[in-house]
């Protein structure tokens, strides 16, 4: 079968490997889909090279079939549809027993400390498979793991029904994120200084601004009436946006921090004391959120259509992540069964 692999220095390659069978207690998933996100290209950067062991499988964002059991798995058939919640916890941490295993303090994260779904043939712990309804497209389902990181992070900062929110980030998770808020309830703005971006925004019926040509904390003040957005979500992972995001929060409103930053970033203190505003990080998500999820995409609240961009063959996953390192796509999927050119 033929992996994907990155090979360090900024390289994906291709290799042809035997697949093993599944041990006890896994399953062995044909995969169909494997999305390419941000935390992707930050691989693909170096910047995880301390935990990620060359040559690697990565990708974590997938829908496929169950292919074949291990010894010892019930629940399960061969022929079902599935994602995988790629989380993996000690149970013994204090994080853990406190009830937080999804941050748990030696959380392994699959497809990035182990292999991932870069791969036809995937063998995975049974425990971390989530059922798709068959109504479901596959492709669609590959999205799972981004909508439920937008379903946890909306929980998080307990957005309610008449709030108005700020995503600072146009791009996939901050598209989802301002999508699940709206289903909420919310009333929703998102800030995206890429043109083509905010095209596939605005095409979601959502309101978008451009920063380049817009005074925010103006806008912000009027569309608030002077108080301040009750939720600002950071996704964009840009230090001027950090530093600027705490000037459209509310009075005790609060600033979910969602991108990953790669260095420390400057924040105004003096705005966060004056206004008690609260500060929250958000990652990951809990199998409630990825339930939801694969709710949100069966019933066409998530207009998955509208956020894949392209699709490519394993053989392309080099051009994939071309593509969606020049910005030039909102969600690339890697039709991992295929070899050959799509559209």
Partial sequence: MLTANYLGNREIGIRETEPEPPGPGQVRIAVAYTGI????LHVLHGNMDARVRVPAVIGHEMSGVVADLGEGVTGWRVGDHVTVMPLEWDGTCPACLAGDEHVCQNLTFIGLDSP???QRLWNVRADHLVALPRELRLDHAALTEPVAVAVHDVRRAEL??????VVVGGGPIGSL??????HVGAEVVVVEPDAGRRATVAGLGLEVLDPGTTD????????T???GADVVFEVSGAAAAVLGATELVKVRGTLVVVAIHPEPRPVNLQRVF???LR???ARVYRRADFEHAVELLATGVIPADRIISRVEPITETARAFATLEAGQAMKVLIDVAATGAQA
Avoid: F, K, Q, S
Wanted: include cysteine; aromatic fraction near 6%.
């Fill in 279 to 281: 500060i929250l990080g």
């Fill in 225 to 227: 009436g002077g108080a």
């Fill in 274 to 276: 004056w206004r008690e």
């Fill in 216 to 223: 925010l904390v103006a806008r912000v003040t009027e569309w």
């Fill in 160 to 165: 309610a029904p008449g709030d108005r929110a």
């Fill in 37 to 40: 996100c941000g935390t992707d």
């Fill in 177 to 182: 994120i301002a999508l699940v808020a709206r």
């Fill in 116 to 118: 991932g779904a870069l």
